[in-house]
């Protein structure tokens, strides 16, 4: 292998990552003046970007605080987003064609149902900016020096040393390997003598396994509107059964909340009494079935699913309170007990990260290493499904570039 030097005054920082943060960050350290390259170990920049909401990437939430994100400091994701609010994002793609259009719960998307042409307002950006992108790009090491930093890279099969007065880590976590997720910025972190909080794949549908595994396997394709909590946090959105276990809206989000061990709850007619349901049915149709009526609130498949737990072959007059509670229990506090989740290659994000106390919330620098920053995914800030966790990394990106 060969070696080259490209001069320290080349870059006032080097990217390490081409995703939402680090592309944010280039773009608004362009318009400070300031010279950036990223590095992409991929062979294009912004890959979650493009196969994030099925193609057409949910770019931000309307509703988007520091409240719907999780952290070991609930707090320190505020200065960020303020500095950087929704509104910020909004028109900063609207000034570059992007008009967004709502979906459910504030999600914000593409008129186009294009990601490709987000990503698209960045790398023309970038070129008009002067602000270099090299992709195909593996970073080996990154060490500080007298003046800045020192990063190795591996490029065209050549090591080449890079240096520059600062550098971001915008790496990413660890969520999907086959798109190029390492745990490269965590390993920079602890090198440079960083703590790391634990991480956990998060927004990742929860496996059931045992004796339990063939009764999902049946239902398997059933979506259904539905309440889902435990003692951390309430979602209503759908749940989708399928023959490995539980996914759906709902069950990614509290899979953010969920640890090995314990039990959710779903409520399967979120807003409604089953009981008041049922009582008012049997004073017009007494003679009804349980499950013929149950058939008329969920899928027919979904009622027979539930014969093992209800006395489906009798009338709805001849129910008594006994039977009545137990199937308010069933269908309102319906438990579960995963076996475990997808795994990182079908997580869209990761809880844990670099540990919040190691950063200034104000500036995104390391306070142990000046002039190293850290955004994005890497850093110990998850945000729920809907565009929260690209506000984070927009906001990140925009607060690391005013302070390089």
């Excluded at 004796?211 to 539905?226: H, M, P, T, V």
């Excluded at 007059?317 to 506090?333: D, G, M, P, R, V």
Aim: glycine share 10%; charged share 20%; with cysteine.
């Amino acid at each position: 292998m060969t070696a080259n030097l490209t001069k320290q005054s080349t870059f006032d920082a080097i990217i390490i990552g081409g995703g939402a943060c680090g592309l944010m960050c280039a773009v608004q350290a362009g318009f400070l003046g300031k010279q950036t390259l990223v590095l992409e170990k991929n062979d294009k920049v912004g890959a979650k970007i493009l196969i994030s909401g099925g193609g057409r990437c949910n770019y931000t939430n309307l509703y988007a605080t520091h409240k719907q994100f999780i952290s070991q400091n609930e707090h320190f994701s505020r200065s960020a987003l303020a500095q950087w609010t929704v509104d910020d994002t909004i028109n900063f793609f609207e000034t570059y064609g992007i008009e967004g259009k709502e979906k459910t719960l504030g999600q914000l998307f593409p008129v186009s149902d294009k990601a490709k042409d987000v990503v698209n307002v960045f790398t023309n950006l970038c070129n008009d900016l002067g602000q270099e992108i090299w992709c195909d790009t593996e970073v080996t090491a990154v060490e500080q020096t007298d003046s800045g930093f020192k990063v190795t890279i591996l490029r065209n099969g050549n090591e080449q040393i890079l240096l520059a007065a600062k550098v971001v880590i915008a790496s990413g976590g660890l969520p999907i390997q086959k798109m190029g997720a390492t745990d490269f910025g965590l390993r920079v972190a602890r090198k440079f003598g960083m703590n790391v909080t634990e991480t956990s794949p998060a927004l990742v549908p929860l496996t059931i396994t045992g004796k339990d595994q063939a009764w999902y396997e049946q239902l398997s394709g059933n979506s259904i509107f539905c309440r889902v909590w435990n003692d951390r946090a309430s979602f209503e959105e759908n749940i989708l059964f399928t023959h490995w276990g539980l996914s759906g809206p709902a069950i990614l989000q509290i899979s953010s909340y969920w640890k090995p061990g314990e039990h959710i709850y779903i409520d399967l007619l979120p807003g409604k009494d089953i009981i008041e349901l049922i009582l008012q049915e049997r004073e017009q149709n007494g003679k009804k079935m349980l499950l013929a009526y149950l058939s008329g609130l969920f899928t027919r498949k979904f009622a027979e699913a539930l014969v093992d737990y209800i006395p489906a072959d009798k009338n709805l007059a001849s129910l008594t309170k006994t039977e009545l509670e137990n199937i308010s229990i069933l269908l309102h506090e319906f438990k579960v007990k995963p076996a475990g989740t997808k795994g990182y290659d079908k997580a869209e994000v990761m809880t844990g990260g670099v540990d919040t106390n190691e950063l200034s919330s104000k500036t995104l620098e390391s306070k142990k290493v000046p002039g190293m920053f850290f955004g994005g995914e890497c850093v110990d800030v998850t945000g729920w499904l809907g565009g929260y966790n690209f506000q984070w990394a927009w906001a990140s990106g925009f607060v690391i570039a005013q302070n390089l």
